[in-house]
């Protein structure tokens, strides 16, 4: 490290330092800048625990502002943290790695420069949502679609594709999507990746490619410049779609029903967007912990879960999808998956005709609201009929539409099991001072090592009094993420600590058996590149011959 004369690493930026810079800002620029401290006190807010403040928050409105603000922080030597949004909760939020940090915030750049409806993508800016992005596209360009997350619906496409997001569709690995970058350097300068923009190269948002050394890579989970636009590849609007859930019967047949899901993915039945989830996410989505136990019991006790369960007719393990192509297609792979997974489960597909219906028979069990022994009847019929609860019925439309790349609320929500707040109609953690720690290992996707990280994580979850929570997330045909979040009470301090030791045990644990994560928070940064020394060494370079005054996001990549 020494050897590369690179910055050491810095506990804070000196806030008198920063003072100084805003106020070049202030007269220098018309750019916003925030320092106030109650604001900066909101800024520095993060599910995760510890989250730094940042020195102050500055708003670019163009990507000119960007090259100011990074030629200014060269001036005066302050470290920048670039956010796109800030949604990225259970990974930081929009707070800096190192305290006082100052993030440049891109989220009032929010233009859709471009939408090409023959080939299928936009050209957008970082502070584009994935709400923004469906709405245009629906208003003007219908026959197309945009992959997204079940996150933030207010999350930035961009932000999220570079920290290699995953998604719903087919389109789900959003970083294999992005093509065509124009990044603002460290140093100042602007940069656009391949061959540059159509009129210097026509291929700029078609061919990932481009010619000579692939650089795009260097910009997604690093700190080696800002991106201000950048293209992503769209959906083609399918003639025919459904959603499909299964519930698996046995807990034993947890591997060979991830085998299968290989299978079905290697052989294109399935798209790669497929989610696995355990009983535990199920149930944040559906409901929260019951009031008597908010703030009581840091896990659920297993006759607790048992009898939710129950309730709510929640499997330890079910997953889903969304299928697409021709009538002809969705047909086929309808028939393909009842085949493959025949005495596994329950097997329910939801088309919009199929939505429709549960949406006129849920509006009728509201207005039955004063017949209680009526709606008490007409729901043991439902329950009968489907297997289903009643009370899953808000649940389905918003499986069926995310499917769709349609960004919703709904999941979101799920965050504030453990909150004493009931769910808001829109979520923000970070606002509501919700604790939460996503932990994101991933694996070959074999039943065998699903299993064994499960084996390995389950008892630590346990053995720290936390609910499992575990989704199991196609990141391609060949590897599965193991996601798993750890929820805590942000006011009890006790169980804060016990959330860090978890997350320290499980990083650890998984790391000697082999398994990195695919993506980690400010929280996860410093150990990352421990296995992988030769690797770390090589970014430390990259990284000294781009930014060598370590103005960028420091705390990013490896120290
Ligand atoms: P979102 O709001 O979509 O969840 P964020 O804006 O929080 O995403 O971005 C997540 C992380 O990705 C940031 O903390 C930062 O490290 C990185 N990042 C986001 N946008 C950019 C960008 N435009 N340029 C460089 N890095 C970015």
């Not at 939801?350 to 039955?368: N, P, S």
């Not at 209680?372 to 499986?399: C, N, Y």
């Not at 150990?527 to 770390?536: N, T």
């Not at 990284?543 to 060598?548: E, S, T, W």
């Given at each position: 490290?020494?050897?590369?004369?690179?910055?050491?690493?810095?506990?804070?930026?000196?806030?008198?330092?920063?003072?100084?810079?805003?106020?070049?800002?202030?007269?220098?620029?018309?750019?916003?800048?925030?320092?106030?401290?109650?604001?900066?006190?909101?800024?520095?807010?993060?599910?995760?625990?510890?989250?730094?403040?940042?020195?102050?928050?500055?708003?670019?409105?163009?990507?000119?502002?960007?090259?100011?603000?990074?030629?200014?922080?060269?001036?005066?030597?302050?470290?920048?943290?670039?956010?796109?949004?800030?949604?990225?909760?259970?990974?930081?939020?929009?707070?800096?790695?190192?305290?006082?940090?100052?993030?440049?915030?891109?989220?009032?750049?929010?233009?859709?420069?471009?939408?090409?409806?023959?080939?299928?993508?936009?050209?957008?800016?970082?502070?584009?949502?994935?709400?923004?992005?469906?709405?245009?596209?629906?208003?003007?360009?219908?026959?197309?679609?945009?992959?997204?997350?079940?996150?933030?619906?207010?999350?930035?496409?961009?932000?999220?594709?570079?920290?290699?997001?995953?998604?719903?569709?087919?389109?789900?690995?959003?970083?294999?999507?992005?093509?065509?970058?124009?990044?603002?350097?460290?140093?100042?300068?602007?940069?656009?990746?391949?061959?540059?923009?159509?009129?210097?190269?026509?291929?700029?948002?078609?061919?990932?490619?481009?010619?000579?050394?692939?650089?795009?890579?260097?910009?997604?989970?690093?700190?080696?410049?800002?991106?201000?636009?950048?293209?992503?590849?769209?959906?083609?609007?399918?003639?025919?779609?459904?959603?499909?859930?299964?519930?698996?019967?046995?807990?034993?047949?947890?591997?060979?029903?991830?085998?299968?899901?290989?299978?079905?993915?290697?052989?294109?039945?399935?798209?790669s967007g497929t989610h696995v989830v355990n009983d535990i996410v199920a149930l944040a989505v559906v409901t929260q912990y019951p009031r008597e136990l908010v703030g009581r019991c840091s896990r659920l006790p297993d006759a607790t879960r048992g009898e939710m369960c129950r309730r709510f007719t929640i499997p330890n393990w079910a997953f889903g999808g969304g299928i697409m192509g021709t009538s002809g297609q969705v047909r086929a792979i309808r028939s393909e998956l009842r085949r493959s997974l025949r005495g596994l489960g329950r097997l329910t597909f939801i088309t919009d005709g199929r939505v429709r219906v549960l949406e006129g028979f849920r509006a009728l069990m509201d207005k039955l609201v004063g017949q209680p022994a009526l709606q008490g009847a007409l729901g043991s019929i439902f329950r009968a009929l489907s297997g289903k609860s009643v009370e899953?019925?808000?649940?389905?439309?918003?499986?069926?539409?995310?499917?769709?790349?349609?960004?919703?609320?709904?999941?979101?929500?799920?965050?504030?099991?453990?909150?004493?707040?009931?769910?808001?109609?829109?979520?923000?953690?970070?606002?509501?001072?919700?604790?939460?720690?996503?932990?994101?290992?991933?694996?070959?996707?074999?039943?065998?090592?699903?299993?064994?990280?499960?084996?390995?994580?389950?008892?630590?979850?346990?053995?720290?009094?936390?609910?499992?929570?575990?989704?199991?997330?196609?990141?391609?045909?060949?590897?599965?993420?193991?996601?798993?979040?750890?929820?805590?009470?942000?006011?009890?301090?006790?169980?804060?600590?016990?959330?860090?030791?978890?997350?320290?045990?499980?990083?650890?644990?998984?790391?000697?058996?082999?398994?990195?994560?695919?993506?980690?928070?400010?929280?996860?940064?410093?150990?990352?590149?421990?296995?992988?020394?030769?690797?770390?060494?090589?970014?430390?370079?990259?990284?000294?011959?781009?930014?060598?005054?370590?103005?960028?996001?420091?705390?990013?990549?490896?120290?």
């Amino acid at each position: 490290m020494d050897e590369l004369n690179l910055q050491p690493p810095i506990e804070a930026v000196d806030v008198t330092r920063v003072r100084v810079m805003v106020d070049a800002i202030r007269a220098r620029t018309t750019i916003e800048v925030v320092d106030e401290p109650a604001a900066l006190d909101l800024a520095g807010r993060a599910t995760v625990p510890d989250p730094k403040r940042p020195g102050a928050v500055i708003f670019a409105a163009g990507v000119e502002d960007v090259v100011t603000v990074m030629n200014l922080a060269n001036e005066f030597q302050i470290p920048i943290w670039p956010v796109s949004k800030g949604r990225n909760w259970g990974y930081g939020s929009a707070a800096p790695a190192v305290e006082n940090t100052v993030v440049l915030h891109l989220e009032r750049m929010n233009r859709i420069l471009e939408v090409n409806e023959d080939l299928a993508y936009a050209v957008v800016e970082p502070g584009v949502t994935y709400r923004q992005l469906k709405a245009h596209l629906d208003r003007h360009h219908p026959t197309l679609w945009c992959d997204c997350s079940d996150g933030p619906p207010d999350g930035s496409v961009l932000g999220n594709a570079l920290e290699r997001g995953l998604g719903v569709t087919s389109y789900n690995d959003h970083f294999g999507t992005l093509c065509g970058l124009e990044v603002v350097l460290a140093d100042g300068s602007m940069v656009r990746t391949g061959g540059g923009e159509p009129g210097r190269c026509h291929t700029w948002n078609t061919h990932k490619w481009g010619l000579g050394p692939y650089l795009e890579g260097l910009f997604s989970q690093s700190n080696f410049g800002v991106v201000t636009k950048a293209g992503v590849w769209l959906l083609r609007r399918p003639e025919a779609f459904a959603s499909f859930t299964f519930d698996l019967a046995r807990d034993a047949d947890l591997s060979r029903m991830i085998d299968i899901i290989r299978e079905l993915t290697l052989k294109g039945v399935l798209a790669s967007g497929t989610h696995v989830v355990n009983d535990i996410v199920a149930l944040a989505v559906v409901t929260q912990y019951p009031r008597e136990l908010v703030g009581r019991c840091s896990r659920l006790p297993d006759a607790t879960r048992g009898e939710m369960c129950r309730r709510f007719t929640i499997p330890n393990w079910a997953f889903g999808g969304g299928i697409m192509g021709t009538s002809g297609q969705v047909r086929a792979i309808r028939s393909e998956l009842r085949r493959s997974l025949r005495g596994l489960g329950r097997l329910t597909f939801i088309t919009d005709g199929r939505v429709r219906v549960l949406e006129g028979f849920r509006a009728l069990m509201d207005k039955l609201v004063g017949q209680p022994a009526l709606q008490g009847a007409l729901g043991s019929i439902f329950r009968a009929l489907s297997g289903k609860s009643v009370e899953l019925l808000p649940l389905i439309p918003h499986v069926h539409s995310v499917m769709k790349g349609q960004p919703s609320d709904y999941f979101v929500r799920h965050a504030y099991f453990k909150s004493p707040l009931p769910k808001p109609e829109f979520a923000h953690p970070d606002r509501d001072d919700v604790g939460g720690i996503w932990f994101a290992p991933i694996v070959p996707c074999t039943g065998q090592h699903v299993t064994a990280l499960i084996a390995l994580c389950r008892p630590l979850f346990e053995r720290y009094q936390f609910d499992f929570y575990a989704a199991l997330l196609m990141q391609n045909s060949r590897s599965m993420i193991v996601l798993m979040s750890i929820f805590y009470d942000k006011s009890d301090a006790s169980e804060t600590a016990q959330a860090k030791a978890l997350y320290e045990t499980l990083s650890e644990q998984t790391g000697l058996a082999g398994y990195q994560v695919y993506r980690t928070g400010t929280q996860g940064m410093a150990k990352l590149f421990k296995s992988a020394p030769e690797f770390a060494r090589l970014v430390r370079q990259l990284k000294h011959a781009l930014d060598p005054a370590g103005i960028l996001a420091p705390g990013k990549t490896p120290p």
